[in-house]
């Protein structure tokens, strides 16, 4: 049997274009939703991204666990419970299953698990117990921070310069100006609660985790030490999986994650979609107008690395692109196929997807297959779209 080419994926940390090789077992963890508003194309392009991925490993004959997990506690989901006036669990709870039905619409393979970060507050407590025995972490009124000057390596995942470093932690909420900590880009791993918040008990005082650190108890809880494919938007590069790698390895002492793979954000209206700004287009309002598989495809017309933006044009582009697929699928079956020809599109498929994740370079590769009038069952269904 020909060794199966390999497949190349970009990769955030080194900044190139590398070929992955995983082992029979690929673990991958994507970080998941806030569960405050309806999920966006944005976070659409990031799960369908992972779930290609995990297709076309499948298809190489590779195992695949992938976790997404649910930040239920952190300030977003605060402020809006307090907003609205509800339960913060009963807000997530709500979100969640419009979330989970959004997803299982766009064909979603089901994540591994998909774990809330409130499950894993015993496992959030002992690691941060641990980087604080690392001595990488102090106690500075009544919260505990890890401390970014005691970890040389901490910037190799993003590589961005301290001016900008400082400029992004402030727009998430990171506090550059906090007079607690030592050094600005230091960040909280425990912090007292507010009087509305949720609060758990701890050594450190009643509280509740920081923001990073659920993401790092989650993935070492549910994967091991070591994850092959760890990622998210574009926008999570720093300060999230920055600090999630730092205070991981301070532990462990081993790599955290082997590939990190970051997928580009969507705009609208010239600006990317963000709660914040409320310029979002949401998938369950689009799977009222359109069949799933179109909204799918739409979404695949992109490749997932570059920020791209969306127009009125994508859905009846993708409707009209589903149609002649499905016209030539049906022409094919009803006539003689070539041996030679009848699984080509599905080899295409295959070459594009093994070039960093080509997605529209697959799809034109299907329609010319199309026009061909030769079948792209096969080719379409790998991108888990059903003819």
């Given at each position: 049997m020909s060794k199966q080419p390999a497949l190349r994926l970009y990769d955030t940390a080194r900044g190139e274009i590398v070929p992955f090789e995983p082992g029979p077992l690929v673990t991958l963890y994507s970080c998941g939703i806030t569960p405050y508003d309806s999920a966006h194309l944005?976070?659409?392009?990031?799960?369908?991204?992972?779930?290609?991925?995990q297709r076309r490993l499948r298809d190489l004959g590779h195992e695949t666990r992938c976790v997404r997990n649910v930040t239920d506690v952190d300030d977003d989901i605060l402020r809006k419970a307090r907003e609205l006036g509800v339960h913060y669990l009963d807000l997530a709870a709500e979100e969640i299953s419009r979330f989970d039905a959004?997803?299982?619409?766009?064909?979603?393979?089901?994540?591994?698990?998909?774990?809330?970060?409130?499950?894993?507050?015993?496992?959030?407590?002992?690691?941060i117990g641990s980087v604080l025995e690392s001595g990488v972490a102090y106690r500075s009124g009544g919260a505990v921070y890890f401390d970014v000057t005691a970890f040389p390596r901490f910037g190799e995942v993003s590589h961005l310069d301290r001016p900008r470093m400082l400029?992004?932690?402030?727009?998430?909420?990171?506090?550059?100006?906090?007079?607690?900590?030592?050094?600005?880009?230091?960040?909280v791993l425990w912090q007292p609660s507010l009087p509305d918040e949720p609060s758990w008990e701890s050594r450190w005082g009643p509280g509740r985790p920081g923001w990073h650190i659920e993401c790092s108890a989650l993935a070492l809880r549910e994967l091991g030490e070591t994850v092959d494919v760890h990622g998210g938007g574009r926008d999570l590069i720093f300060p999230?999986?920055?600090?999630?790698?730092?205070?991981?390895?301070?532990?462990?002492?081993?790599?955290?994650?082997?590939?990190?793979?970051?997928?580009?954000?969507?705009?609208l209206d010239g600006t990317k979609m963000s709660k914040s700004l409320g310029n979002l287009v949401f998938v369950g309002d689009l799977l009222k107008e359109w069949e799933p598989a179109a909204v799918r495809l739409a979404l695949l017309g992109h490749q997932y690395r570059p920020d791209w933006e969306w127009t009125d044009e994508d859905m009846p582009r993708a409707a009209r692109r589903i149609?002649?697929?499905?016209s030539a699928a049906a022409r094919s079956g009803s006539a003689a196929i070539e041996p030679d020809h009848e699984e080509e599109g599905l080899v295409l498929v295959r070459s594009f997807l093994?070039?960093?994740?080509?997605?529209?370079?697959?799809?034109?590769?299907?329609?010319?297959?199309?026009?061909?009038?030769r079948s792209v069952v096969d080719g379409a269904a790998l991108l888990g779209i059903t003819l």
């Open positions: 944005g976070h659409a392009q990031v799960y369908l991204t992972f779930d290609i991925l959004d997803m299982s619409a766009l064909g979603l393979i089901p994540a591994w698990s998909e774990p809330r970060a409130t499950s894993a507050i015993p496992e959030i407590l002992t690691l400029e992004l932690a402030a727009e998430h909420g990171g506090n550059p100006d906090d007079p607690n900590k030592r050094h600005p880009l230091d960040f999230h999986h920055e600090c999630e790698t730092a205070q991981s390895e301070s532990v462990t002492g081993t790599t955290f994650v082997r590939h990190w793979l970051h997928v580009g954000l969507v705009g149609d002649r697929w499905r093994d070039d960093d994740l080509d997605t529209p370079g697959a799809l034109r590769a299907l329609d010319a297959e199309a026009a061909a009038g």
